[in-house]
């Protein structure tokens, strides 16, 4: 069982480009959710999926930001015109959902460190 | 509202010392759960346990163990006879019913000196 892989690991892009990066859950894990972390902070909540659904977005997820899980398996979380206030970790998670076991803990993936110049 | 708040962000021990890393909660949830995590350099949060709000049973794991008391709104980690690979930083995290977001503290980092 391979854990939550994420691509790519690191990104460098200057202001105003788009950028894309994708989340490969746990096979079988029907939510997915994205964080970001900042320095010195702990991840925050940016959005949730169960299977293709979004079902909650985070204020912090402003309009520039969008995230899709069109076949409810892999996620991308685009960012359009990027600022250098993006610049953080994105981290992936998932976790099992129905059944008795596990269903409350979220897997993560080692993230995506943006850096926009 | 949800908050975590872990008051001590960095933390030196001497391998083989004890450390207790410290975990305080709010919550206006009376079901709820709470997770600690430990983020290596590498940087992918490793789950180490969770705890619902219903079990106040303090729990041991090797040299892992933890103190979850309500009354005092706290879930604290003890690490017994420090090792230089418990070097990380480790993050507590609170969410209310299952599948719902997590609230993170700010971390501790711990640095545990050979």
């Known amino acids: 069982d391979t854990g939550v892989s994420q691509n790519p690991r690191h990104k460098i892009t200057k202001r105003g480009q788009n950028v894309t990066f994708r989340c490969d859950p746990i096979?079988?894990?029907?939510?997915l959710y994205w964080y970001r972390q900042t320095l010195g902070q702990g991840p925050e909540f940016l959005t949730y999926?169960?299977?293709?659904?979004?079902?909650?977005k985070s204020r912090l997820l402003s309009d520039r930001f969008s995230a899709e899980r069109p076949k409810g398996s892999f996620s991308t979380l685009e960012i359009q015109r990027t600022e250098q206030g993006d610049s953080a970790m994105y981290l992936c998670?998932?976790?099992?959902?129905?059944?008795?076991?596990?269903?409350?803990?979220?897997?993560f993936g080692a993230g995506t460190r943006l850096s926009v110049l | 509202a949800q908050k975590v708040t872990q008051a001590q962000t960095e933390i030196s021990v001497v391998e083989k010392e004890d450390v207790t890393l410290d975990c305080v909660y709010e919550t206006r949830d009376t079901t709820y759960y709470l997770f600690w995590y430990k983020q290596p350099p590498s940087g992918e949060l490793v789950f180490l346990i969770r705890r619902n709000s219903f079990d106040e049973q303090n729990e041991i794991s090797g040299r892992y163990s933890w103190n979850f008391q309500k009354s005092t709104s706290s879930f604290n980690f003890t690490i017994t006879a420090s090792q230089v690979v418990d070097s990380a930083v480790y993050f507590c995290a609170l969410s209310g019913p299952p599948g719902n977001q997590f609230y993170f503290g700010t971390g501790t980092s711990l640095t545990v000196i050979p």
């Open positions: 096979s079988e894990h029907n939510r």
């Open positions: 999926f169960q299977n293709e659904a979004q079902l909650e």
């Open positions: 998670a998932s976790s099992p959902w129905g059944g008795r076991e596990g269903k409350n803990i979220q897997y």
